[in-house]
Structures are given as C-alpha cells and as structure tokens.
C-alpha cells in the first residue's frame, strides 16, 4: 500500500510540469550499427543517434508562433558508450504566414533543400557525396510554400562556416579558416520548386573568409507511391588550394510493403566512385533493420574508403 502511494505521489510529480510544458515534444533516434570493412575488425558503431526537444509558444501577435529546438547527440558505441555527445542544433525563431526566422545552430538550407534528397540509406554507403549538415552562429529565413515554390537565406557569422557529420566516415568539410574583413563567415541561398511529386533544387554557399570557397549544388527527385529517385550534383571550388572538384550521386529506393530495396551510386571526384545496396525491413511504424554493402573502387580506396558491410537497428520515439 504503501508502495502504490509513493508511485502515485512521483507520477503526480511529474505529470504537473509536463502540463505546463503540453506544446514540448521529446523526440529522438538511437542507432546502431556492426560494421565490417576489408582489412579492418568487426566493430559496432553509432550512426548518428541524437534526443532532442521542440515546439511553440503564442506570441500574442495574431498569426505568429516563437518556436525553440535543441538537439544532441548520442554516442551509442565505443570507449564513451551511451555517452551524451555535442549539440547538433539549438536555435529559436519566429514563424508565419511570412516564413520563418530563425537564429542559432540549424541545418543548411544547402541539406534541407538540395543535398538531403540523396541521404536516404542508413549504411555506410549513404549520401558519400554530402559533407555539408549543420552550421553555427546562423541567422535564417525560409520563406513560405508559393505554388510550390520556396526559398532560403542563411547568413553565418564569427564561426567554423559549415561542419560534416561525423557518423558519414571520410566526408566532413569544416571551415577553420581566419575571417577577413567581411560582414560575415559565410552566405547561404537556396531555392525548391515542387510539383506532381517531382523537387528541382538549388542552392549555392559562398565562404567569405581567407580561405574563399564556393559551393554549388543541385538536385532533381521524384516520389511516386513506393518509388523514389533522386539526382544530385555539386561544385566545389578552393582558392587557397587551387580546387575545383565536381561530385555527382544518385539514390534511389522501392518498397514491396514492409520491405524497401535501397541503392545509391556516387563519384566523389578524382575517379573516386562508391557503389552501395541496401535493404530495410520495417518493423512497425517507428524501427527498422537494415543491411548495407558498400563497395569502393581503387581510388576510393585510396581516399580512406572500403568495401563495407554493415547492418543495424534504428528505433524512432
């Protein structure tokens, strides 16, 4: 008896603050893999697990909503297991019939429009081509849905421009370069335009630091029932290093009910191309399983990369 009052007692605890914090949503992702690369151990592997909290306050302004979001990672494998990692994101803005604004750490509007249309495997073979996720100290406006039609401004100040995801091994692009004189790090733009399930995206980022660097991309996809294909190319250009590297990936999927056959083919520049088959199995709405392999040519060798096999879990909450 006494047990079920104390439970009752913690339960009532805890419900009361929730109340207040009704529009809050907890959410997260946990994701593991076993992963087995030519010529390495079999080891297990994070893939890019993350716990994060969202939502919306009134304002009082007819029409207009503060929104808030924070997210960090979860380190699920190695020396610091089921240690919590850095943050991903932690930005707040406002959000309208005008568009959003918002200020803080965010996804690019170069992910969010163009390059995260490839990134639908979870091996190791996904989205080879995609180094850009999340950038720093970001002012943005993304404007609303016009007939199909939507763009994005991000402008990032004082910071490292632009960071990879560590769980995609071997492609990270961190800007530590000293700023010069200009107002900024660096300028996001990027423009969609959506119709019959088919998305044509572009989306260009200039870095505005001593070290210049210019990047382009552009993505073309279509959604149809249980198909998906998606197309992307990107442009890179250094000018302290004198580069200017091209990039070209293509992603695909199918799905037979609850079973979806994934493939993507992707040339990272200088001969260095990766191929990649993957098949998940969905287990309810919110987990799956999936297995991946990954097969890299010579010159993808070269640059750090394997012919892998891996396959894993994830779980939605």
Known sequence: MKKSLIALAVAGAL???MVAQADATLYGSLRLMAVAEDGKSLDVADNASRVGIKGSVDTNIDGVKAIYRGEWKINGSGANEANFGEGRLAYVGLTGGFGTAAIGQ????EYSFVTGAVDIL???STAVTV???RASNVISYVTPAMG????????VAN????????AVPNTSFTVNAVADDEDADSYHVAAKYSVAGFTAAASFIGVETAQDMDRTAVSVAYAADALYVAALYQNHEDSVANDDDDSYELAGSYAFGDTKVLANIADMGNDAQIYGLEVQQTLGKQARLFANYKEANDDAEL?????TFSAGMRVDF
């Open 15 to 17: 419900t009361a603050p």
């Open 159 to 166: 910071d490292n421009s632009v960071t990879g995801a560590a």
């Open 122 to 124: 979870d091996g190791t």
């Open 106 to 109: 965010q996804w690019t509007p």
């Open 131 to 133: 180094d850009v996720f």
């Open 148 to 155: 199909g039609f939507q763009a994005a401004l991000a402008v």
């Open 303 to 307: 640059a750090g990369n394997g012919d």
